[in-house]
Structure formats: C-alpha cells, structure tokens
C-alpha cells in the first residue's frame, strides 16, 4: 500500500505497524463475538430472555444512561 514511502517506514519502525495492529484487534473481536453468538445463531432466533432496548425519548430531552459498574469517570 506505502510503496516507496520512506515517512511511512520511517513510522512503522518508530511507532509500529498500528493499521495492522489495529486489523489484528478488530479480528479477535470479531472471532469472539462470533463464539458469544453462536447459542443464539444455533437456534435460529433471539432467546427467550432477549427484551429489545426502550426506544429514544420523543421529547428530544437528553436522558441519563445508568452508570457502570464502579462509577466515576472514564
């Protein structure tokens, strides 16, 4: 892709290859989202606990979403 990109090495090799990095992380994501789903995959439809999440306010208010576990901030 960088043929001949002698900033684009010089990078690499001073921060290293984050695209790959990044291809690499998004892969294993992927691979275990695959295995979390596959219970509801082998059954051909949501589970019987599944309830869908209450749709956004009409009113156009901001709403607060519950916190985390462990509060505080990010």
Do not use: C, N, T
């Not at 291809?23 to 789903?37: G, P, Q, T, Y």
């Not at 209450?54 to 901001?62: A, Q």
Request: proline share 15%; glycine share 10%; hydrophobic share 30%.
């Amino acid at each position: 892709m960088f043929q001949d990109s002698p900033i684009y090495d010089r990078l690499v090799a001073e921060r290293g290859d984050v695209p790959a990095g990044v291809r690499r992380e998004a892969d294993r994501v992927r691979r275990e989202l695959e295995v979390a789903m596959m219970p509801l995959q082998s059954h051909g439809h949501m589970s019987a606990s599944y309830s869908p999440p209450p749709p956004p306010s009409r009113s156009g208010e901001w709403q607060r979403l519950p916190e985390l576990p462990g509060g505080g901030p990010f």
